[in-house]
């Protein structure tokens, strides 16, 4: 299952195909040699850049953007950089029921300085383990979708509930993106899918797969995994050329940023798909 | 130096979360923390919707009920502060071994550097002890990541009550530069009168001016001015266990007071637990404190050199005599005592120089032991002194 939105898939070379990471400001990325010796963290965005042309923020999950800050950022890249940006966690994680629709509008304003430049690819609304399909919650999420159309949206369900059809349906209606994840296969988790409910982009995530440190609460052994070859070629070969075909641009990003392998992963697999033909220089 | 990360946690309005844990009824009610009893009480502390009525601290209670007459008023309670401290503390400590709690008012800063191996990035750091705090105290502290501690307490400042903010490594003068100048720790009254004196309200306009044109208006003060409003500043995160330790002993009276007798009794009772914990320890103490924490919340902290160096109670009483006219300044009846010691020493060894004098102290070390041995085996109350006869049972 990959296109739901174009009964004639399109040739995967008209799809315009980005890669990057999620996040850029690690430390560690200095020990792992991605950044030179000394890099203060001031200085990461504008050399992330010169390796990447895309990348997911991950401090507006923390902290609701700041327009001045979100510009001054935007002015550390060339315009051809784009940004996905994390919708912030009293949206999705701790919602308060009287004032999310204030923080809506405020996470609007955040991201217009992105939005006005054209280098806001998506909006990342990664929804918590524990949002399950219920009603309140599909409730929840109407009213969210709501309150932030015209902004390019994508979902990461984290639930298995939400496998479900009309899930899908709805999500084309509204033009809304389905996130693909790539996680350890554990009972519970959001499978692997290849499903494109919006044609104008579609998402995917790679969170590695190690397993033993998945529920550890430790964002390191959580995302302390190095993707194998035959694991991105599976993915590129079984996934992302199907979901080529069925929208006009699609991005991937790695997870995996524990000693500088999200990055090394990142790389390898732009290669991947220039070898293939998706992706050229 | 390299870049440091530094993670400031603020409790809004402490004293009254606390009382808030406590009674879960005084939450959506304001509060105001002062001492009701006590003539010419002052407000302590008091809750968000207090201080939106205009309610201030320092603030006569008449005129704080004034301003918002449906407050709560209850009386200070150090001692649940501190506890409360404590378990911060407690929560914050697996995730660095430099933390910092600057006074018992809700505010820690953990210096996070070098830790991203271990814990992940400070952001997601500062929002796990967020978390943990939620979780076992019911409180929703404020947390700015910052480069350094100025710059992340102005950021919790900025936020205030809730909320959070991460100044990135370099963008510290960008981020000051349109914060009014009063929310710049460190800045004396002198400093922003005379800044108002020049009309420069907002950090920026500050931060225009050089070094020489800031030692025209500040003199010695000119280089820490100039600093600050840079947003740069080098103080390291002092650690709980880099300090000295501290031996302590309190006592709260049932009734407070102002008489002098119970209150030197008491004193005296302070001074030998001290010197029994002292001489437990085979060490001797050079420097003693006291904190007097009056009826209307107020509090007092005042220290004196030990020289030389004692153990004995009779010498820690005569300088916590000494620090005590210090100390008691005012009228207002006293609630809490507290006898601090520090820079701990090993007892001098040196005799006398005259005999009598020599067989003076020979006889008070044997008292001292005899003291010890019996409150040892019995219990501190076993054996007490006249002069503490008329302080209240410990």
């Given amino acids: 299952m990959s296109g739901r939105t174009e009964k004639e898939p399109r040739s995967s070379s008209r799809c315009h195909l980005l890669v990057g990471t999620s996040g850029y400001s690690y430390t560690e990325w200095v020990d792992a040699g991605f950044y030179p010796p000394d890099t203060p963290s001031g200085r990461m965005l504008s050399l992330y850049a010169r390796c990447f042309q895309i990348t997911e923020l991950n401090y507006t999950w923390y902290q609701m953007p700041q327009a001045e800050a979100v510009e001054r950022q935007r002015q550390q890249v060339s315009s051809q950089f784009v940004f996905a940006a994390k919708l912030t966690r009293t949206l999705t994680h701790e919602i308060d029921p009287h004032n999310w629709p204030r923080d809506a509008d405020r996470y609007r304003e955040g991201v217009a300085p992105l939005m006005q430049s054209g280098q806001l690819m998506a909006v990342l609304i990664q929804l918590p383990p524990t949002f399950n399909r219920s009603p309140s919650n599909r409730k929840?999420?109407?009213?969210?979708?709501?309150?932030?159309?015209?902004?390019?949206?994508?979902?990461?369900?984290?639930?298995?509930?939400?496998?479900?059809?009309?899930?899908?349906?709805?999500?084309?209606?509204?033009?809304?993106?389905?996130?693909?994840?790539?996680?350890?296969?554990?009972?519970?988790?959001?499978?692997?899918?290849?499903?494109?409910?919006?044609?104008?982009?579609?998402?995917?995530?790679?969170?590695?797969?190690?397993?033993?440190?998945?529920?550890?609460?430790?964002?390191?052994q959580q995302f302390d995994y190095h993707y194998a070859d035959d694991e991105l070629h599976e993915w590129v070969e079984k996934r992302i050329e199907p979901m080529s075909r069925h929208a006009h641009r699609g991005v991937l990003f790695f997870n995996n940023h524990v000693r500088g392998q999200a990055p090394a992963n990142a790389q390898r697999m732009r290669a991947l798909l220039m070898e293939r033909g998706l992706l050229s220089m | 130096m390299s870049e440091r990360s530094i993670i400031h946690l603020n409790v809004a309005d402490f004293a009254v979360a606390v009382e808030r844990v406590v009674d879960v009824r005084l939450r959506r009610r304001p509060v105001i923390i002062a001492p009701e009893a006590a003539v010419r009480a002052a407000v302590y502390d008091m809750s968000e919707e207090a201080y939106q009525s205009g309610v201030r601290k320092n603030m006569p209670l008449g005129r704080a009920l004034r301003y918002c007459r449906g407050a709560v008023v209850l009386p200070p309670h150090p001692d649940r502060y501190e506890r409360a401290m404590a378990r911060l503390l407690k929560l914050a400590c697996p995730y660095s071994p430099l933390i910092e709690v600057t006074d018992y008012n809700g505010h820690l800063f953990v210096d996070t550097t070098g830790t991203g191996r271990l814990f992940g990035p400070p952001p997601d750091v500062a929002w796990r002890i967020r978390k943990a705090i939620r979780a076992d105290l019911g409180f929703d502290p404020i947390w700015s990541v910052a480069t350094n501690k100025l710059v992340a307490k102005v950021a919790t400042r900025v936020v205030k009550p809730t909320g959070e903010y991460i100044v990135d490594a370099g963008e510290e003068a960008m981020f000051l530069a349109p914060l009014p100048v009063d929310l710049i720790p460190g800045l004396e009254l002198d400093d922003l009168k005379r800044l108002r004196d020049f009309n420069l309200t907002r950090t920026g306009e500050v931060a225009i001016l050089s070094l020489l044109q800031l030692d025209v208006m500040f003199g010695k003060r000119s280089q820490y001015i100039y600093e600050a409003v840079r947003g740069i500043d080098l103080s390291p995160v002092f650690t709980a266990s880099q300090k000295q330790p501290v031996l302590?002993?309190?006592?709260?009276?049932?009734?407070?007071?102002?008489?002098?007798?119970?209150?030197?009794?008491?004193?005296?009772?302070?001074?030998?637990?001290?010197?029994?914990?002292?001489?437990?320890?085979?060490?001797?103490?050079?420097?003693?404190?006291?904190?007097?924490?009056?009826?209307?919340?107020?509090?007092?902290?005042?220290?004196?050199?030990?020289?030389?160096?004692?153990?004995?109670?009779?010498?820690?009483?005569?300088?916590?005599?000494?620090?005590?006219?210090?100390?008691?300044?005012?009228?207002?009846?006293?609630?809490?005592?507290?006898?601090?010691?520090?820079?701990?020493?090993?007892?001098?060894?040196?005799?006398?120089?005259?005999?009598?004098?020599?067989?003076?102290?020979?006889?008070?070390?044997?008292?001292?032991?005899?003291?010890?041995?019996?409150?040892?085996?019995?219990?501190?109350?076993?054996?007490?002194?006249?002069?503490?006869?008329?302080?209240?049972?410990?």
């Fill in chain 2, 248 to 394: 302590r002993a309190d006592h709260t009276f049932g009734n407070d007071t102002n008489d002098v007798a119970s209150v030197c009794a008491v004193l005296y009772r302070l001074a030998e637990q001290i010197g029994a914990d002292l001489r437990r320890r085979r060490l001797a103490t050079r420097r003693l404190g006291l904190v007097v924490d009056y009826s209307d919340g107020k509090r007092t902290i005042r220290q004196a050199r030990v020289y030389p160096a004692t153990a004995h109670d009779n010498g820690l009483f005569a300088a916590a005599q000494k620090v005590l006219m210090h100390a008691w300044t005012r009228r207002i009846r006293i609630r809490h005592l507290r006898l601090m010691c520090d820079r701990l020493t090993f007892p001098p060894a040196q005799q006398e120089l005259f005999a009598d004098t020599e067989s003076r102290r020979q006889r008070h070390d044997g008292l001292m032991v005899a003291l010890d041995a019996i409150r040892h085996r019995f219990g501190f109350g076993a054996i007490q002194v006249g002069r503490t006869l008329s302080a209240s049972p410990i």
């Fill in chain 1, 140 to 220: 929840h999420l109407a009213h969210l979708l709501d309150a932030l159309a015209g902004l390019p949206l994508a979902i990461e369900f984290r639930h298995r509930s939400w496998v479900h059809e009309r899930v899908f349906s709805e999500l084309e209606r509204r033009q809304v993106t389905l996130v693909g994840v790539d996680a350890p296969a554990l009972p519970g988790l959001y499978p692997a899918l290849d499903v494109v409910t919006n044609p104008d982009l579609f998402y995917v995530r790679f969170h590695g797969r190690n397993a033993k440190g998945w529920r550890s609460g430790n964002m390191h």
